[in-house]
Structures are given as structure tokens and as C-alpha cells.
């Protein structure tokens, strides 16, 4: 890593005798291509991934029963949703690509926004990416092998050519891989759609007992307020994604208008989806049998559907493969965000001449996530860094209440209610206590591994007087690069997808200090 700035005042020459710039002398910028369908897709189909087909016994496990899990899972859609309106606000506020990490950085500056991307570099976009990937093949591979689980070199060689496939997709057109996005998502969307009607036919049929009051609050182990807890948590986790579709702010058409849109609608969607699939598992299930299935919908399709059953496998691989999509297109513009403030290799923030898509973070990306498909610990890293992603939540929504501090008179299309993040970060804390007193060794060596970015940090970044030979290998690894990928820095901060920074965008970008001012405007092309 080399510090932003001087990076691409050595480097701009060589974009320039490598590939060139576009005849119409702006440079070249990322596109706005993402409509309000696409950015509600983005958004449903990286929260609905493959958990509340395979195994929404997390939250039931821990609420003690049915009637509780129901509450958890609606007022966590709540939390959720008020979490999504205070990104909405900060979104608009600083339009910039990249989400919390974006807004971290420019809240609290470049130490803790390096450390909240350090720590989705180092384990948890590669991790899930991996896991996820994993799942899919798992559930395409199952239906050859009936009677035992698929080789395991089976497995990570499908989910690696999922991977690679959906990587060429995102590098070769952002509107091929939101039409990608949109389809898988109206796939898993159809596929909660027969499980939630098959559930009101069932109660048609007067299967509702474990529906009934009396037999929905009748718990099946002592209530525990430390379990209630782990059920939100375990909840929280399920609609993990929300915050996505800030991660691509700048491809955005009308993002003032298209981002709290995007969230309205997506988040009372999921949170219906998720709350009445589960309402239809009970009515075919007792709270028993769904806490002894491992694949909750195919368990639940092979009650139902009989000869049919096998459309919940096919609906759980259509899942994945969807989230494996959502997951590569929206990390890979966390990573040329941090590229682009000097926090990454300057490569990363570069996207093609032509295609406009950021080719080198997108392949870092995808060989990060291979890398991981090689390791067997990937679960045990996820369990690690769960409670730093959520701690970074609430360090971001408490960013804006500090920014209404600090810079009271910034422009903002978008103005919530302070009670909103209030609200949230209670709830927030509510969470990251019992998370602390229950697991204190996991959240620990979660910490720890977030701390090892600090002298990375100190190292990469904020060392300026590197030694020239350094310098020059950078570069030339750098012009290599732009080279092989035909990549250019693009302009920064286009409205209109073709370079020129409208002046709405100018008025609603927060001022930035000193360090990351200087990284920010090295960005031009």
C-alpha cells in the first residue's frame, strides 16, 4: 500500500500513455446504470440469501418459541429499517461510493476508516463470498450424490467456476450484472412466494395450531433474557445487506431521489417475506422438527410438494448464485473506494476504458474469495469478525449524529429525525453487551484481528517519505497493471456518467480534512 496522493501524481502519466483517455477529453467515470428496480434488487437479494431457506432455526432456537421468534423477526425488520433511513440520510449527505467505510472515514478520519476496511479486505466480504458460493454448489451437487454429502473437492471446484463465471459478468457490463441481479432476485422472491401461499392454503385447512396464542407463546425451554438476545443478534444477522446499495452511490440514477426510495420499498419486503415464511414453515412443522432440519424449505417442500419437492433445492442454488452476484458487484466498489482515498493500491481504483467497470478491484476481489475457498477455517473467521461488522454499524450511525454536531449548516437532501439513530444505537448496544458478555474470547480475537491494521495503517498510508525504490515498483507494477486490464483513474464524482460533477453533488459533499482531502482530489483523472 502507498499513500493515495503521491501515488497518482506518479502514476497519471502512465494511465495516459497506456490506454489513453476518452476523445471527449473528460476522462473516463463510472456509469449511473442502476435504476430504482436494480438498486431495490441490489438490496433484497443480498439480504435474502441462502438463510431463510436453509435455516432460520437460529432465532427460534433462542426466542424459546414460535410466538417470540415471530415478534424478533418483525421488530428486527424495524431496527433494520431505521438503521437503513439513518445510511439513507448519510448516503445523500456524502454522495460517494464505498458506504460506512466512506462515511467512517470522512466522520472520524483515515485510521478508522482503514480499520473498517481492513477488516472487510481481510476476512468478511472473501468469507461470505466463499461460504455462499459454497452453499450453491452444495445444493447443485446434492441431487448427484442422494446418499452421502458431495466431495468436498467437488464442492470448492463448482463454487471457484461460480465465482469466476459471475466475475467475467461484473467485468464486462454493470447492466449485465444488475439484469443478473434482478433475475435471481424475482427467482428467490417466487420461490418465498409459493412457501408463504402454500402456508395460508395450510391454514386454510386449519393447520394453525402452533399460530394460536395459547400454543405460539408456549415455550419449549425456560425464556432467558441472555437467548432473547442471541435470537435478535441471530435476526440482525439474517437481514445482514441492508446497507449494500451505498456501496454504489456514484452508479446510481438520481440517488437523492432513488436511495430512501430503494430502502422504503426493499426493507418492509424483506421483512414481510421473512416474517410470513415463517409463519408457513410452522404450520407444516412443529417448532421440533424445524429445529432438528439442517434445510428448513426442503424439509418443509418435501411435506408439501411431494414429487415437486424438488423446487426448494433449485430455489436455494438460484438463492446463492444470486447472493454470490450482489456480494462480488457491491465489495468490489468497497475496495475501489478505498483505493481511490489512497487505502488500497491505487490500481484497484482504475476501471476500463470502455466498459466502465472497475476490472482490478473486481479480479482482487474474486482471487481474495478463492483464496479463502482453499482455507477450512472460513466459518470460524466469520464467527470472529460477525461482532466487528455489527460494531461498525453503530460506529456509522453514531457518525451522523456527530456530523449534525460538527457541521450542522452541510447540505442534506435527506434530514431524519434524531430519535431514529437514538433508537437504533440503543438497540445497537442492547446487542453488542450480551454479544461481549456471552462470547467474550470470540469478540476478543475479533478486535484483535481488526487491530492489526493499525500499523499496516501507519505502514501503507500514513508513511509519506517511502524509499524511491519502493516507489518506483509500485509504480511499475501499477502501469503493468493498467496495462494488462486497459484501466484509467476515472473522473470523480459524475452526475451524469460522464465525468462533469454536477453542481448538487459539489454543495452535499462534506468537507474533508487535510490528508484525505489531498487523496480525494489525486482521484481525478
Not at 497519471?12 to 449511473?32: C, F, M, R, T
Amino acid at each position: 500500500m502507498t499513500d493515495g496522493a503521491r501515488q497518482r501524481s506518479s502514476t497519471s502519466g502512465s494511465a495516459k500513455d497506456a490506454v489513453g483517455e476518452k476523445e471527449s477529453g473528460g476522462g473516463v467515470a463510472l456509469k449511473k446504470e442502476i435504476g430504482l428496480v436494480s438498486a431495490c434488487g441490489i438490496i433484497v437479494g443480498n439480504i435474502i440469501g441462502s438463510g431463510i431457506f436453509v435455516s432460520p432455526k437460529g432465532v427460534l432456537e433462542n426466542a424459546s418459541s414460535v410466538g417470540v421468534a415471530l415478534i424478533v423477526w418483525i421488530i428486527t425488520g424495524v431496527i433494520t429499517a431505521i438503521g437503513a433511513l439513518c445510511y439513507a440520510e448519510l448516503g445523500v449527505t456524502i454522495p460517494k461510493s464505498g458506504g460506512d467505510y466512506s462515511y467512517v472515514k470522512d466522520i472520524f478520519g483515515g485510521l478508522a476508516g482503514f480499520l473498517r476496511l481492513w477488516i472487510a479486505v481481510l476476512v468478511i466480504y472473501p468469507t461470505n463470498q466463499a461460504v455462499i458460493a459454497l452453499t450453491f454448489s452444495n445444493y447443485v451437487l446434492q441431487p448427484l450424490f442422494p446418499t452421502c454429502f458431495p466431495p468436498e473437492n467437488g464442492l470448492r471446484l463448482l463454487a471457484a467456476v461460480c465465482l469466476l463465471l459471475l466475475t467475467w459478468v461484473n467485468c464486462s457490463s454493470v447492466r449485465w450484472a444488475t439484469r443478473v441481479q434482478d433475475i435471481f432476485t424475482a427467482g428467490k422472491l417466487l420461490a418465498l412466494a409459493l412457501i408463504i401461499i402454500m402456508g395460508i392454503v395450510q391454514i386454510c385447512k386449519g393447520q394453525y395450531y402452533w399460530l394460536e396464542p395459547a400454543n405460539a407463546f408456549e415455550p419449549f425451554q425456560d425464556y432467558d433474557v441472555g437467548l432473547i438476545a442471541l435470537a435478535f443478534l441471530q435476526g440482525s444477522f439474517a437481514y445482514g445487506g441492508w446497507n449494500f446499495l451505498n456501496y454504489v452511490t456514484e452508479e446510481l440514477v438520481d440517488p437523492y431521489v432513488n436511495l430512501p426510495r430503494a430502502i422504503f420499498i426493499s426493507i418492509p419486503l424483506v421483512t414481510f417475506v421473512y416474517v410470513f415464511a415463517n409463519i408457513a414453515y410452522v404450520t407444516a412443522m412443529s417448532p421440533q422438527e424445524l429445529l432438528a432440519s439442517n434445510a428448513v424449505a426442503v424439509t418443509f417442500g418435501e411435506k408439501l410438494l411431494g414429487v415437486m419437492s424438488w423446487i426448494m433445492p433449485i430455489s436455494v442454488a438460484l438463492s446463492t448464485f444470486g447472493g454470490v452476484n450482489g456480494s462480488l458487484f457491491t465489495s468490489s466498489r468497497l475496495f475501489f473506494a478505498g483505493a481511490r482515498e489512497g487505502h488500497l493500491p491505487s490500481l484497484l481504483a482504475m476501471i476500463h476504458v470502455k466498459r466502465c467497470t472497475p476490472i482490478p478491484a473486481l479480479l482482487f476481489t474474486c482471487l481474495s474469495t478463492l483464496l479463502m475457498l482453499c482455507t477450512s477455517d472460513m466459518y470460524t473467521l466469520i464467527n470472529y469478525v460477525g461482532f466487528i461488522n455489527y460494531l461498525f454499524y453503530g460506529v456509522t450511525v453514531a457518525g451522523q449524529i456527530v456530523l449534525r454536531i460538527k457541521q450542522p449548516d452541510i447540505h442534506r437532501p435527506i434530514k431524519i429525525s434524531l430519535i431514529w439513530p437514538v433508537i437504533y444505537l440503543i438497540f445497537w448496544a442492547f446487542l453488542l453487551i450480551f454479544s461481549l458478555y456471552s462470547e467474550p474470547v470470540v469478540c476478543g480475537i475479533g478486535l484483535a484481528i481488526m487491530l492489526t491494521g493499525v500499523p499496516v495503517y501507519f505502514l501503507g498510508v500514513y508513511w509519506d517519505n517511502k524509499p524511491q525504490c519502493f516507489d518506483a515498483f509500485v509504480d511499475k507494477m501499477t502501469y503493468l497493471g493498467q496495462k494488462f486490464c486497459v484501466v484509467v483513474y476515472p473522473a470523480t464524482g459524475s452526475s451524469d456518467g460522464n465525468g462533469d460533477e454536477g453542481e448538487e453533488m459539489k454543495e452535499a459533499r462534506s468537507p474533508l480534512s487535510k490528508e484525505d482531502s489531498d487523496n480525494h482530489k489525486s482521484a481525478d483523472c
